[in-house]
């Protein structure tokens, strides 16, 4: 063989079937081989297991969704490349034109931007409504024929609590699907209500480092693989396998970095909510908190978002943003490293004046998305940044 034939097939290496590596090993491979004709279509008629393609399926991307579904509680899931995926393919795979949508004024905004305008565009009509009103859903559905509910909870960034029992027995009721963005609560939280799909940013809290994007649609087998070829054969945004083993490798400290992270954000909203300059702190952990009682009967924690509004509005939300010194400005959540998100950043857009009373977003509001760090140093420093706000 010559060496330029050898290298591009390099030499093979068999590691011996009792003789496994601990850690699963990344098929970083786009392309699966059979030995023959006869063996490729008895894969592609389903009479034999295999692999063909990676935008298919992978044994890497095939790990990290039974992770995924098992830890949400459900027995499927779709891997996409980003959390908006895992948003937007459902959508796409599951509506039709003459289709009605139900979304919310409190979600992600380009969530409210793909139900609002884009789904607009291949005729499916929408109605946004607050997660506060479930009569006005029941009203909707009851004089709309809706194939889909979408909504979060905690919504972000002003932590909402959604009455997910209330909100699933609606929609069902009215032969609506239900789709729950569960990111902000994680994969732990929310598997014993009837929702059908469980939307995931992958690139938050089950990778946990900021350094990979990834997202998830988990629900019943049934739902899933009726979605499962055209996102994947047509639609197509596939997981890398790198993606997918630094997310499964992030899952490892998921439950570890999830407790103590969850630990810092109620010490931050504790003591935020003793400090004059701040006007309001949301965080379901909070005993005074709209969403508590909720939350203490939904999740099993209460997240690591603190989201507060900062006396003094806008300027006074800058200063204190710029002032922190172990927070990173900076878009995204779930990561080791504290992240703050000033109010010049997240002000709504495209809504009317009611529907921004709904998302609670005010002149003064910062969210914090909690770390890793000592809470000594983040209570520190979260204090320096108010007296810092304090002196503009
Ligand atoms: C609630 C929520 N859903 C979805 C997403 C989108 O995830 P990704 O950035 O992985 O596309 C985000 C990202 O911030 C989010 O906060």
Same mark, same amino acid.
């Given at each position: ?16 079937? @009792? ?28 009479? $034999?297991?295999?692999? #063909? ?6 044994? =890497? ?47 992600? !905004?380009?969530? +409210? ?16 409504? !607050?997660?506060? @009103? ?9 004089? %709309? ?20 029992? +209330?909100? %699933? ?15 902000? /609560? ?16 992958? =690139?938050? #809290?089950?990778?946990?480092?900021? *350094? ?15 979605? +499962? ?14 993606? &997918? ?13 999830? *407790? &103590? ?31 508590? /009682?909720?939350? +203490? ?9 603190? %989201?507060?509004?900062? &006396? ?6 800058? $200063? ?15 990561? =080791?490293? !504290? ?13 009317t004046d009611e529907q921004r009373r709904w998302s609670g977003i005010g002149s003064g509001t910062v969210r914090l998305s909690i770390g890793l760090e000592d809470v ?17």
């Amino acid at each position: 063989m010559k060496k330029r034939t050898l290298v591009t097939h390099p030499p093979k290496v068999e590691v011996p079937a @009792d003789n496994r590596p601990l850690v699963a090993p990344i098929y970083q491979s786009v392309k699966f081989t059979f030995d023959s004709v006869d063996e490729s279509l008895a894969f592609f008629k389903g009479d $034999r297991p295999g692999f #063909y393609y990676s935008r298919e399926d992978n044994p =890497t991307l095939r790990q990290l969704e039974l992770t995924l579904a098992a830890m949400q509680g459900r027995d499927a899931c779709l891997l996409t490349g980003s959390g908006v995926s895992a948003l937007s393919m459902p959508m796409f795979a599951l509506l039709q034109a003459g289709d009605h949508v139900v979304y919310f004024a409190e979600m992600y !905004s380009p969530t +409210r931007m793909l139900v609002g305008r884009l789904l607009q565009r291949f005729g499916v009509n929408s109605t946004m409504l !607050s997660i506060d @009103d479930l009569d006005a859903l029941e009203r909707t559905l009851a004089a %709309t024929p809706t194939r889909l509910v979408v909504f979060e909870s905690p919504t972000n960034p002003v932590l909402k609590v959604a009455d997910i029992e +209330r909100l %699933t027995a609606i929609a069902r009721r009215h032969g609506a699907l239900t789709m729950l963005d569960n990111t902000l /609560a994680g994969l732990h939280n929310h598997g014993q209500y009837e929702v059908d799909l469980f939307a995931h940013s992958l =690139t938050k #809290y089950a990778s946990g480092h900021g *350094d990979v994007m990834g997202g998830a649609v988990i629900g019943r087998a049934e739902l899933i693989d009726a979605m +499962r070829h055209d996102v994947n054969a047509i639609l197509g945004p596939t997981l890398d396998p790198h993606a &997918a083993y630094l997310i499964q490798r992030g899952l490892k400290t998921y439950y570890v970095r999830r *407790d &103590a992270q969850c630990r810092n954000a109620l010490a931050v909203a504790e003591q935020l909510a003793r400090h004059r300059r701040v006007e309001r702190v949301r965080y379901p952990g909070l005993e005074h908190d709209a969403g508590a /009682a909720l939350a +203490r009967t939904q999740m099993q924690d209460f997240g690591t978002i603190v %989201t507060i509004d900062v &006396a003094g509005g806008i300027a006074a939300g800058t $200063r204190f943003a710029e002032a922190l010194e172990l927070f990173a400005i900076s878009a995204s959540l779930g990561s =080791t490293e !504290s992240l703050v998100v000033p109010p010049a950043l997240q002000q709504p857009r495209g809504l009317t004046d009611e529907q921004r009373r709904w998302s609670g977003i005010g002149s003064g509001t910062v969210r914090l998305s909690i770390g890793l760090e000592d809470v000594d140093d983040l209570l520190a420093d979260l204090d320096q940044a108010l007296a810092a706000a304090r002196q503009g």
